[in-house]
């Protein structure tokens, strides 16, 4: 289970990493999207892996962490107001300028040369 | 009245001329006065026990761990600075209501003006060092704002800049110093500092922290190397001119030497260091002024000069160099305020500065002339004008002083300094006034004398010039006390009488030459002058601009390549430090052995992963169409809710797929505008750099993420508390909600708090939007995709009004057992939006906007409401901040059931992310109803109940 968790965030961190260097806004959302799950399924995973043992308190000896869970539980929230600011600045950029390149027009060309 | 009081007058003070500007002029320049004229009084309610010879000490801890406390102290040097601010300050205002013009902002430049004078008044009370810093960097602060007051003026804008750049310098190497002098000592307070002379002077960190408070004090009062940003700041009004580069903030400097008098003089080091630059700063200062045209120039190169002087004074180190210094500052600031403010005049009148184009005015601005030329001669050290006294005083203490050179060098060069003085005073008088009668047209202005509210002020000052210069034996024991506050016991006040004569001696014959030399030197200034200009000699502006220049294009240089606008470059620049940091811990750390059993792995985790794989991965290499890129998240998000529930966080299962709803409608909601497809951009290397950097970043991430998921945390992690005390403490079995609303709820207060304001941004935005040029071309907009011909489907209306009670209630539902069961505010307010959301998707914006009952920026609002009075509320039981409480209690026939203060935090996180959701929604569905989408009466497109034939049927039943 622990190899399929951590290889998951890694597939999920590398594809978002790759998204967020394209150079137009809406993968660049995809790819912060991307990254949102890795890292929140990374802070989820820092309580250790449990199956079967929610953290509600019963007869059981035996729960997961619930301190991360709840922290990932705002982040998720969190996110989501994250994810809207950036499309909606995204938007008005494409609106006001019909252009929705994330680098300025102008440093293309010195961005070829790195 | 207390010393607080007294600082803090002039800071509440400076509220009130900005908020009164609309009451006009004669109100605000009023109530200025009045704030000034209050802390005056309240200082001068001291004056008794300062005369008895009493400190009068007041201050409380502010944090005391850092050492930083607010203590004032008032002493004779303390009483003495303060009364020259709020004096002069009193006299300024005046001037300044009168001086400013009608499209001047008045109320701005007085709040300024109170600013700049509460942080002066608080350097020269403040007891802790620390404290004193702060106030210190206020006056550069305040300065800057004044200085720049023009803004419209270049002059005034780079004036500004360059007095912040080095008195704000400055003040960083004060803070350094300080730091280490407090450090020495072992306290920051002025009063337990001022004992220790011989554990300062003894201590090897003495000289770094000595260099460093000198430089602070150097900057701000303008010592050479750093003179030259003083005549830049003249490009201020005038008042600013006599106010802070005349009488008070050029002179913190050297009330910060005086105040460390005891503690730092009578080394070498402190000799050589400040006597020297005072001397340069005094001859070089005096030249300097004499060949200035411009007549705040010139009083500007004389201000320096005699800062210089005053340096040099101070810097010998003797007893008598500190009395005459002290007679010096209260000199120097009436004769140079009054020169201020008169040529503050001659500019108000003639509209010129110019001594060039100027002459004659003595028959066309008499009392004008009378003040300058009494401030003028009192300057040029002329008998029975307070300037002779001490400048006869200063003659007699150097004419004794060794620096180096032959022994004649000092006597000499000051000599020299008092000549040319002489000589730009008798210039100033002559070039300017003197001369024969002109056409009063023959000025850019007709020039006149102006109303009292100008000359008055200047006037009263020149009172006290003459005043002081006839019966110097009144101001004597004042001198004197201050003077004994400057020594604090290290040394006994002089024996010295200060008199108009004290018979033939060296220092006359100096004076006398100084005089005779200064007249000598006016009437061979044409060829002088022209002497002058024909010599090649560093212009201080262009050095510092070069500087500026070089330091800018530098960290250009450093930056760019960095730092280039682009998020991409950003995103890769940082994988890459991150991995390699890691990379550098992972290969020099120790790696422990693992110590958790791996779990075991069933058919359907796998299957699971292997969807969640291949979306991600199907996501990177298609991404160029857009709307599948969409439905491949929808996914992942999907398999890691999946995960969630697996792996034992049913809260996290239940977040995550409700909020991936709301998600996916807002990227929809912005699809719409955006363009369908990603176009290929970076060519094949580029794309190859990406993937190795982001394969790099995911093995690193995987490789982390493995290896702490097979060992154990190194110490007990902390939930166990949490998972002890839940039900115990917090009343609920679900210890996650618990952690939210309850042990953690004060992180939650502030989340939904950032939660409202990113909606409230997204709100703003789509606002700015709509009223910018976007708007026509919204309007303007052709859709590319072809609109559905049923955008309001029945069956889907008929379905959300169905569903919306049952979403309702399951949200309803999810929100009350959230203690102990999974759930909570969280997950029920995003339930609840989208079972909102759903009614606009059937019906439309418009049709829904009708029926909607609150604002949700109103809803958001009254959640961070309700949360927040939840926390006050345990105020009134005497707990902190968010302390909960419950209770349990049977109302027949239900069963027993739980009352808890968290379910009203939560009632609040429910409603903010309810009001979150559907504001941020609604703000992208309202570019849409700008565009193309037309706004509909009905629910739905073809309603049947408004159909002929239904219609027809119901008739016919009605007719049987």
Known sequence: MEVLVASAIGIMTAAGLYLVMRLRTFPVILGISLLTYAVNVFLFASGRLTIGAPPILTEAEVYSDPLPQALVLTAIVISFGMTAVVVMIALGSYLGSNDDRVNDPESVAEEDVT | ?960
């Open chain 2, 1 to 960: 009245m207390s010393l607080f009081l007294i600082v803090a007058l002039p800071f509440l003070g400076a509220l009130l001329p900005g908020l009164m500007n609309s009451a006009g002029r004669q109100a605000v320049g009023g109530v200025t006065f009045t704030v000034t004229l209050a802390a005056f009084i309240g200082l001068m309610t001291n004056l008794p026990a300062i005369l008895a010879g009493e400190v009068v000490q007041t201050g409380f801890d502010w944090f005391p761990q850092l050492g930083l406390n607010v203590t004032l102290m008032l002493d004779g040097l303390g009483f003495f600075f303060a009364t020259l601010i709020l004096g002069i300050g009193l006299l300024i205002i005046v001037y300044g209501r009168h001086y400013l013009a009608r499209e001047d902002n008045m109320g701005e430049f007085f709040t300024y003006l109170l600013l700049f004078q509460g942080a002066m008044v608080g350097i020269v009370l403040s007891d802790n060092i620390l404290l004193l810093l702060i106030f210190w960097e206020l006056t550069s602060l305040s300065s800057f704002l004044l200085i720049g007051y023009w803004k419209h003026l270049e002059a005034g804008r780079q004036g500004a800049r360059m007095a912040l750049t080095v008195t704000g310098m400055g003040g960083l190497a004060m803070i350094g110093g300080m730091l280490l002098l407090g450090n020495i000592v072992g306290s920051y307070d002025l009063s337990v500092i001022l004992q220790n002379r011989e554990a300062i002077q003894a201590d090897p960190m003495y000289v770094p922290a000595l260099l460093l408070i000198l430089t602070g004090c150097f900057t701000k009062s303008a010592q050479f190397p750093f003179h030259f940003w003083l005549p830049h700041a003249m490009a201020a009004p005038t008042p600013v001119s006599a106010y802070l580069h005349s009488a008070t903030m050029v002179k913190a400097g050297i009330f910060l030497m005086a105040r460390m008098w005891p503690v730092l003089s009578g080394t070498p080091e402190w000799f050589y260091i400040v006597t020297t630059a005072g001397l340069i700063t005094m001859v070089l200062g005096a030249v300097i002024a004499l060949f200035k045209h411009d007549l705040k120039a010139l009083l500007a190169f004389s201000t320096v000069s005699h800062l210089g002087l005053i340096t040099m004074l101070l810097g010998t180190g003797t007893a008598f160099g500190a009395m005459v210094a002290v007679f010096h500052i209260l000199n120097h600031a009436t004769f140079k305020a009054a020169l201020f403010m008169s040529a503050g005049i001659v500019d108000h009148e003639t509209k010129t500065r110019d001594i060039r184009i100027l002459g004659g005015l003595r028959h066309l601005m008499p009392i004008t002339f009378v003040i300058a030329t009494l401030g003028a001669l009192s300057m040029a050290g002329i008998p029975l004008l307070n300037g002779f006294l001490s400048k006869e005083m200063m003659l007699k203490e150097m004419e004794k002083t060794y620096l180096f050179g032959p022994e004649w060098l000092v006597p000499a060069l000051v000599t020299f300094g008092s000549l040319m003085s002489a000589a730009y005073c008798f210039r100033l008088i002559g070039h300017t006034f003197l001369g024969k009668k002109r056409d009063p047209e023959s000025y850019p202005a007709k020039p006149h004398d102006p109303g009292p509210g100008l000359w008055l002020p200047p006037a009263i000052l020149i009172v006290l010039v003459v005043g002081i210069g006839v019966a110097p034996f009144l101001v004597e024991p004042f001198v004197k006390l201050v003077t004994a506050a400057v020594l604090g016991g290290v040394a006994e006040v002089p024996d010295y009488h200060i008199a108009i004569w004290h018979g033939v001696n060296v220092p006359l014959y100096l004076s006398i030459t100084a005089i005779v030399g200064g007249l000598i030197v006016l009437a061979l200034f044409k060829p002088l002058s022209a002497l002058w200009e024909a010599t090649p000699r560093p212009e201080a502006k262009t050095i510092f601009d070069d500087i500026v220049a070089a330091v800018v294009m530098w960290a250009r240089w450093a930056i760019h390549p960095l730092h280039n606008g682009a998020f991409t470059r950003y995103a890769m620049i940082a994988t890459v430090v991150i991995v390699a940091a890691g990379y550098h811990a992972w290969t020099t750390g120790t790696v422990a052995d693992a110590t958790r059993a791996v779990q075991p792995v069933g058919w359907v985790e796998v299957a699971g992963w292997a969807m969640l794989v291949a979306a991600t991965v199907g996501l990177a290499a298609m991404h160029h169409n857009r709307l599948l890129a969409l439905i491949l998240i929808g996914i992942v998000g999907l398999m890691v809710s999946i995960g969630f529930v697996f792996l034992s966080a049913p809260d996290l299962a239940m977040t995550q797929i409700t909020v991936e709803v709301v998600t996916i409608i807002l990227l929809l909601l912005a699809l719409n505008f955006l363009p369908n497809t990603t176009p290929e951009e970076s060519p094949w290397y580029m794309r190859a750099r990406d993937m190795v950097i982001a394969g790099v970043g995911g093995l690193a991430t995987m490789a982390l993420a493995y290896h702490y998921l097979l060992r154990d945390a190194v110490s007990s992690p902390i939930s166990e508390f949490h998972l002890a005390n839940s039900y115990k403490g917090g009343g609920g079995t679900n210890v996650v909600n618990v952690i939210l609303v309850d042990f953690r709820g004060f992180d939650t207060f502030g989340e939904i708090i950032v939660l409202g304001i990113a909606a409230l941004l997204i709100y703003a935005l789509t606002e700015t939007l709509l009223s910018g040029p976007v708007r026509a071309r919204l309007l303007n907009r052709v859709p590319d995709k072809p609109l559905s011909g049923t955008q309001h489907p029945m069956m889907m209306v008929v379905l959300t009004r169905v569903m919306m009670p049952v979403v309702l209630m399951v949200g309803f539902y999810i929100f009350l057992r959230g203690h102990n069961e999974p759930g909570g505010g969280f997950i029920a307010g995003l339930v609840v939006s989208i079972g909102v959301v759903m009614q606009y998707m059937a019906s439309g914006f418009a049709w829904a906007e009708d029926r909607q009952r609150f604002p949700y920026h109103g809803v958001i609002g009254a959640g961070v409401l309700i949360a927040g009075l939840t926390g006050i509320g345990s105020w009134f039981f005497g707990k902190p901040f968010l302390t909960s409480d419950f209770t349990y209690v049977r109302i027949p026939p239900f069963q027993e059931f739980e009352l808890a203060t968290a379910a009203l935090f939560d009632v609040g996180v429910f409603l903010a992310v309810v009001g979150a959701v559907m504001l941020s929604l609604e703000s992208f569905s309202r570019l849409a109803r700008r565009a193309h989408v037309k706004d509909n009466e009905q629910p739905m497109d073809v309603d049947p109940s408004m159909h002929e034939d239904f219609l027809e049927a119901e008739t016919t039943k009605e007719g049987v």
